[in-house]
């Protein structure tokens, strides 16, 4: 059983419309879990036996093709469901949710997922509008590496990732996370080489400025002008 503040997580987009009784009656079924970096918090095709909220750290969702090529499907931050296989029908995990960072999530048992959606049908309906979220992203990137070049492709990705995880600070949007250039390659259908050649052509021009664990972009408005093709910096 969590003994966490329902005060805590009541933004959560999971959670948006639930009263304090019906946040502290969820999370009287939940657990915590630590989740440290490396480690998967599930892995793909395994039984789909528990769904997450991540509380802190993040994780990244992969699958590997049959020929053992990575593919990086998105990250997970604070504050969001991932694991619900249970809530689209499915028996078993479509991905493997790795820790990039020490994580900790508050876990459920799948099968407590109807008694909970009866408890809280709000939880059902925030969880499907982001699974519909989700859908989208992905029509969006299939678009994109099926009709864009591919600095406009790398741009996109790396203002998605802003959008999703990243704060405002002095100098520009901070992704505080680690986010490798292969990451970006296989966001974006591309090849690492090619990726570092953006991004070094970027870091020239002061648009982002890349480290181990962080990614900063100096330039933002920038950056959307080469996703929308109106600017290149190759």
Same mark, same amino acid.
């Not at 599930?42 to 990575?70: I, M, N, S």
């Not at 995990?93 to 960072?101: E, K, L, S």
């Given at each position: +059983?969590?003994?966490?503040?329902?005060?805590?997580?009541?933004?959560?987009?999971?959670?948006?419309?639930?009263?304090?009784? *019906?946040?502290?009656?969820?999370?009287? $079924?939940?657990?915590?879990?630590?989740?440290?970096?490396?480690?998967? +918090?599930?892995?793909?095709?395994?039984?789909?036996? $528990?769904?997450?909220?991540?509380?802190?750290? #993040?994780?990244?969702?992969?699958?590997?093709?049959?020929?053992?090529?990575?593919?990086?499907?998105?990250?997970?931050?604070?504050?969001?469901?991932?694991?619900?296989?249970?809530?689209?029908?499915?028996?078993?995990?479509?991905? *493997?949710? +790795?820790?990039? =960072?020490?994580?900790? =999530?508050?876990?459920? %048992?799948?099968?407590?997922?109807?008694?909970?959606?009866?408890?809280?049908?709000?939880?059902?309906? %925030?969880?499907?509008?982001?699974?519909?979220?989700?859908?989208?992203?992905?029509? =969006?990137?299939?678009?994109?590496?099926?009709?864009?070049?591919?600095?406009?492709?790398?741009?996109?990705?790396?203002?998605?990732?802003?959008?999703?995880?990243?704060?405002?600070?002095?100098?520009?949007?901070?992704?505080?996370?680690?986010? *490798? #250039?292969?990451?970006?390659? $296989?966001?974006?259908? *591309?090849?690492?080489?090619?990726?570092?050649?953006? +991004?070094?052509?970027?870091?020239?021009?002061?648009?982002?400025?890349?480290? #181990?664990?962080?990614?900063?972009?100096?330039?933002?408005?920038?950056?959307?002008?080469?996703?929308?093709?109106?600017?290149?910096?190759?």
């Amino acid at each position: +059983m969590s003994r966490l503040d329902p005060s805590l997580i009541r933004s959560f987009p999971v959670f948006r419309c639930l009263d304090d009784d *019906t946040l502290r009656a969820i999370l009287a $079924e939940a657990v915590t879990r630590r989740i440290a970096k490396g480690t998967a +918090m599930f892995e793909h095709g395994a039984d789909a036996r $528990e769904f997450f909220v991540v509380l802190d750290g #993040r994780l990244k969702v992969v699958q590997v093709t049959p020929d053992g090529e990575q593919v990086l499907i998105r990250f997970v931050v604070p504050g969001e469901v991932c694991g619900v296989a249970v809530a689209i029908g499915r028996p078993d995990y479509p991905a *493997t949710a +790795m820790a990039v =960072a020490d994580s900790l =999530a508050l876990v459920w %048992n799948s099968a407590r997922w109807p008694a909970l959606c009866e408890l809280a049908p709000a939880l059902a309906v %925030n969880t499907m509008h982001t699974v519909g979220q989700r859908l989208q992203d992905a029509h =969006a990137r299939i678009r994109e590496i099926s009709t864009e070049e591919v600095q406009r492709r790398v741009a996109h990705a790396v203002l998605r990732l802003a959008r999703q995880a990243g704060r405002k600070v002095e100098d520009g949007v901070l992704i505080d996370f680690p986010v *490798t #250039r292969q990451d970006l390659a $296989e966001m974006t259908g *591309t090849t690492l080489h090619t990726v570092s050649r953006i +991004m070094s052509a970027w870091d020239a021009a002061g648009l982002v400025e890349g480290g #181990r664990q962080r990614l900063l972009l100096r330039d933002p408005h920038k950056l959307l002008l080469v996703a929308e093709g109106t600017a290149s910096l190759q």
